[in-house]
């Protein structure tokens, strides 16, 4: 799965250079961007017993930089470089590692296509594309009456434990993006993002016979930023 996507991606990258190649206007030239914003993310899945997951959305941000790339009239290529927060919360604590809160940080790469298209004195965005991602951090946060207990997270692949205070997650992440938005005249941007993974981030745990469990990460998000 890992193999294809990738593959997938590096067709996708080199396409769009070709394009960039072929594509001479002399009006239109590669801007950057810096953008932040919020994220409402969730993990959805399985449990180790097969049963759907039930954790609420979680409350994060990211913030970055792209390049818009000109590769036809009104049409771009887009990627960027993003430190994004993930994860799940669940107020009553599922049996899923007895967590009220997971938290998951990325170091994530948007490879984006957007068609721009001219709408009163701005620009109507709509972009579509996949993304590639790394966890750097993240901490796993267990409330109750009697006190919290916190855990970090480590992401690695394999499934040996070498401690009960850490919770293990794969370190890649992969899925695609979609976003549409409003870029006004002077360059300030405001979009609506939403974000579905494709790979499974469950670290296999050898102590669960028949572990079923899975997650992936999805979420929502808003951004505003500045294009120059």
Do not use: C
Not at 5 to 22: D, G, H, K, N, R
Not at 112 to 129: C, E, P, R, S
Not at 131 to 140: E, F, I, M, S, T
């Amino acid at each position: 799965m890992k193999t294809k996507f990738l593959t997938i991606t590096i067709l996708i990258v080199f396409t769009a250079m070709s394009a960039v190649a072929q594509f001479n206007n002399n009006s239109s030239k590669t801007s950057f961007a810096v953008l932040g914003g919020v994220n409402f993310q969730n993990l959805n899945g399985k449990d180790a017993d097969g049963d759907q997951l039930e954790y609420d959305l979680l409350l994060g941000y990211h913030g970055g930089v792209n390049a818009q790339i000109p590769v036809a009239p009104e049409f771009y290529f887009q990627p960027g470089l993003m430190l994004s927060t993930k994860g799940a919360q669940n107020p009553e604590g599922l049996e899923m590692a007895l967590a009220s809160k997971i938290r998951l940080s990325y170091l994530e790469m948007p490879l984006n296509f957007v068609y721009k298209a001219q709408l009163g004195n701005g620009h109507f965005m709509l972009g579509f594309g996949p993304y590639l991602a790394y966890g750097v951090g993240g901490k796993v946060i267990w409330e109750s009456d009697s006190g919290s207990m916190e855990y970090d997270v480590k992401f690695k692949e394999g499934s040996n434990s070498d401690s009960s205070d850490i919770f293990y997650v794969r370190p890649f992440d992969a899925g695609g993006n979609i976003f549409a938005g409003y870029e006004l005249p002077g360059g300030l941007f405001f979009q609506f993002n939403t974000q579905l993974g494709m790979l499974n981030i469950n670290w296999e745990n050898e102590f669960i016979p028949d572990d079923q469990s899975v997650l992936k990460n999805t979420g929502f998000g808003l951004s505003a930023g500045y294009r120059f």
